[in-house]
């Protein structure tokens, strides 16, 4: 069995500009069995906009949390020695990056060269997909195509921490 150094952390977020949801699956290091999860509402000013893939609303997300209160409170739940992990990194870590940067955290420990956050980031998804090409997939290269060739139920609206489990059964079918 593959034992990875550190344990990963999957992350989801919803909302393109903005974050407006979090999702979080701490997978065990040795196993890739779920330790620990999160998932909040993000405060942000929607301007009327509603998720289409997600149908968060402003009148949801009025009350969550600040973005700054939930870096904090990842940070403090999950610290930073893992690995992070999403199914498309690019739009996951700028979110996260903003999340806890917000909340006075850097990635960078202050007056050293030692990173916080690991820069080795497990975008989930070109693995996904070359894994699947390799099996015979001639599917479409979205999220929903590729969940469902893995044996995913079709989502409907997404959930952040729906997602990030979904994902953690995408990365156990191509990893163990």
Known sequence: MMKFPKDILIIDFEGLKQPVQIGAVLLDKETLEEKDNFVSYIYADLEGYVSPTSGISQEMINDAPKPEEVGKMMYEKFGADIFLASFVQNLDILHFRKIISAAGI???????DFKK??????????????????????GGTGSEELFQYFGAKPRGLHDALEDCRITADVFRKIVL
Not at 106 to 112: L, M, N, Q, V, Y
Not at 117 to 138: E, M, Q, S
């Open 117 to 138: 956050y690991d820069t080795h980031i497990l975008d989930i998804w070109p693995v996904a997909y070359i894994h699947a090409l390799k099996n015979g997939y001639t």
């Open 106 to 112: 850097d990635f960078i420990e202050a007056g050293t």
